[in-house]
C-alpha cells in the first residue's frame, strides 16, 4: 500500500524557512516522480515543484521559484522542500504526491499524502 | 501556463441521478504520445485529493464504475451515471502535459 507521510509544517514568521518532509512506503521510491502540490485555506489546488525519479530533472513554480527547494533522498525513501523567504501567501496544506512514473512532465499523479499545514503570521 | 477552466463550479444533485462536469484547457493537452494528459480527481470533505481518472478516460484502481470521463484535445468531462452520497467533494481537473501543472476552479457536488 502506498503511504505518503508528510511533517515539517508550522507557524512561521515571514521570511522565515521551514524544511518539509514527506516520508513514502510501499513503492519504489527511487523510480517515480514526485510532487509537492499546496492548498491555501478554503481555495483549490496549486503545483509548486518536482522531481524526477532520479533527482536530475527539477520543476518549479514562478511563484516559488528561487525561495523553495525540492530534493530527495532515494536511500531513506524521503522528499523534501526547503521553503524560504516565507510569505503570507505561502501559507496552505501542503501535500506530496506520487506520479505514475519515472519522470514528471506527462505523468498523472496517482497518490496524495494527508498533507502538512504551513503558517505564515507574525 | 495552460488555463484549466471547470463548469459549473457548484452542482446541487439528487441521489441517484446522473452528473457531469466540464473541463476546458487554454490548449491542447493531446501529448505527442496520442494520450490526452488530463487527470480528475476528488478531494472529500476533510481529505486530500483522490484519483478518479487519468488520461482522459481511465480509471484508477478502485474507481467504482459509475465515473467516466471523456473528452480530447481541449474539451473534455466527468461524469457519473448515478450519485451516491458518499460522491460529496469538490472534483478538479488537472492537466499534466506540461510544468507548471494547473488545475481547474473545482466544482462542489453538493446533495
Known amino acids: 500500500e502506498v503511504q505518503l507521510l508528510e511533517s515539517g509544517g508550522g507557524l512561521e514568521q515571514p521570511g522565515g524557512s521551514l524544511r518539509l518532509s514527506c516520508a513514502a512506503s510501499?513503492?519504489?521510491?527511487?523510480?517515480?516522480?514526485m510532487s509537492w502540490v499546496r492548498q491555501a485555506p478554503r481555495k483549490g489546488l496549486e503545483w509548486v515543484s518536482g522531481?524526477?525519479?532520479?533527482?536530475?530533472?527539477?520543476y518549479y513554480a514562478d511563484s516559488v521559484k528561487g525561495r523553495f527547494t525540492i530534493s530527495r533522498d532515494n536511500s531513506g525513501n524521503t522528499l523534501y522542500l526547503q521553503v524560504n523567504s516565507l510569505r503570507a501567501e505561502d501559507t496552505a496544506i501542503y501535500y506530496c504526491?506520487?506520479?505514475?512514473?519515472?519522470?514528471?512532465?506527462?505523468?498523472?499523479?496517482?497518490?496524495w499524502g494527508q498533507g502538512t499545514l504551513v503558517t505564515v503570521s507574525s | 501556463d495552460i488555463v484549466m477552466t471547470q463548469s459549473p463550479l457548484s452542482l446541487p444533485v439528487t441521489p441517484g441521478e446522473p452528473a457531469s462536469i466540464s473541463c476546458r484547457s487554454s490548449q491542447t493537452l493531446l501529448h505527442t504520445n496520442g494520450y490526452n494528459c488530463l487527470n480528475w480527481f476528488l478531494q472529500k470533505p476533510g481529505q486530500s485529493p483522490q484519483l478518479l481518472i487519468y488520461?482522459?478516460?481511465n480509471r484508477a484502481s478502485g474507481v467504482p464504475d459509475r465515473f467516466s470521463g471523456s473528452g480530447s484535445g481541449a474539451d473534455f468531462a466527468l461524469k457519473i451515471s448515478r450519485v451516491e452520497a458518499e460522491d460529496v467533494g469538490v472534483y478538479y481537473c488537472?492537466?499534466?502535459?506540461?510544468?507548471?501543472?494547473?488545475f481547474g476552479q473545482g466544482t462542489k457536488l453538493e446533495i
Open positions: 504526491a506520487k506520479h505514475a512514473h519515472n519522470y514528471v512532465r506527462g505523468t498523472s499523479i496517482d497518490y
Open positions: 488537472m492537466q499534466a502535459l506540461q510544468t507548471p501543472y494547473t
Open positions: 488520461l482522459g478516460s
Open positions: 510501499g513503492f519504489t521510491f527511487s523510480t517515480y516522480g
Open positions: 522531481i524526477s525519479g532520479s533527482g536530475g530533472t527539477i
